[in-house]
């Protein structure tokens, strides 16, 4: 049997967390915690020299454009991580350590300690992480001992209260990793990823219900195979951007598709990104969405350091935002939140 981690709810001091998942922000006039206006990207890694990072970058997705600026750091150099938020706090675990950081998005400051990951598992690489604002669930990944290995596993976290992370009973449909996810009120959507035996690529998509352990339920299928894609989500709408798929060699796609998380189906056509990109960091608040970074083609794969930025609500292509801080030659592998 595998397992999904949690963490018992007290209530913590804590600010949220985000990763592949997308973002979670508190929005006026709404009962979502799940996101606010201050987007985050922690943690990464360099392509040109593999340095992995430990800074924190930030930008307000509520302005038309920005540049995004220095919030301070996390506790140490990590990537291929992942981060969910409750609109107030965001928690970050990365791939290279058993510890878990949270900020406070309303204070400008380093990373602090949240607890540490104790499921036998150990660390995860490339798991995608949906959360309702109370609670954060880990899907797939790689897991330590057997790193080279997909697994189903699955992990939650209070995000509110300072905890560990421990581990529940339930499984993804299938066992896979470098996939993306989505959230709203309820539900957690996982999209996409590498499976196991033999290794391949997949259009899968499945989901939990947040507050309930269990195993997911199929929701539908993506329109490519693919992994490495980032998502973000609003209130109703689960959006997957970019991402690789294989066909006669490795193709970035340049496409955003979305889907009604309260419904199962197909993922649908929303446009497309300029440039193409993958490993991407998403942060949204309840109106756009924004993913930043990643690698990029026709560059040679260079990394980015571009913000891109669509309307949830509307279809239609990405636009260019911003950039992010100067001095780290973009970010790949990076992990996004937002909150106020």
């Not at 804590?14 to 985050?40: E, I």
């Not at 107030?88 to 990373?111: H, K």
């Not at 955003?256 to 490993?279: C, Q």
């Not at 309840?286 to 279809?315: H, K, N, Y």
């Amino acid at each position: 049997m595998d397992y999904i981690n949690y963490v018992k709810q007290y209530p913590m001091s804590m600010s949220g967390m985000g990763g592949p998942v997308g973002a979670l922000n508190y929005h006026s006039g709404s009962s979502f915690a799940l996101f606010g206006d201050r987007a985050v990207n922690m943690g990464g890694q360099q392509r040109n020299n593999y340095n992995y990072l430990d800074n924190i970058d930030y930008f307000n997705i509520a302005n038309s454009t920005g540049n995004a600026s220095d919030f301070g750091d996390i506790t140490a150099n990590q990537r291929s991580g992942g981060a969910a938020s409750n609109g107030s706090r965001a928690i970050y675990n990365g791939a290279q350590r058993l510890s878990v950081d949270y900020i406070t998005f309303s204070t400008l400051s380093n990373a602090s300690d949240f607890g540490d990951v104790t499921a036998q598992s150990g660390n995860v690489s490339q798991a995608a992480v949906v959360t309702d604002s109370n609670r954060a669930v880990w899907g797939g990944g790689q897991w330590n001992p057997d790193f080279g290995r997909t697994s189903k596993m699955m992990a939650c976290a209070s995000i509110a209260v300072n905890s560990n992370i421990a581990a529940i009973s339930g499984d993804l449909t299938v066992a896979r990793t470098a996939l993306a996810s989505a959230s709203n009120a309820t539900r957690g959507l996982f999209h996409s990823g590498i499976a196991p035996s033999p290794v391949s690529r997949c259009n899968i998509m499945d989901y939990v219900t947040i507050a309930t352990a269990g195993n997911a339920t199929d929701f539908g299928d993506s329109q490519y195979s693919r992994d490495e894609s980032v998502g973000t989500f609003g209130e109703t709408r689960g959006l997957f951007h970019g991402g690789i798929y294989q066909s006669g060699g490795f193709v970035t796609i340049n496409t955003t598709e979305y889907v009604v998380m309260d419904t199962t189906s197909n993922a649908i056509s929303f446009g497309s990104l300029n440039p193409k990109s993958r490993k991407m960091q998403g942060a949204s608040n309840a109106t756009r969405a924004t993913f930043s970074g990643g690698l990029t083609v026709p560059d040679a794969e260079s990394v980015s350091e571009r913000i891109q930025t669509v309307v949830i609500m509307t279809t239609g292509n990405a636009a260019d935002f911003g950039n992010l801080t100067n001095g780290y030659a973009g970010r790949v592998l990076g992990s996004g939140a937002s909150g106020n």
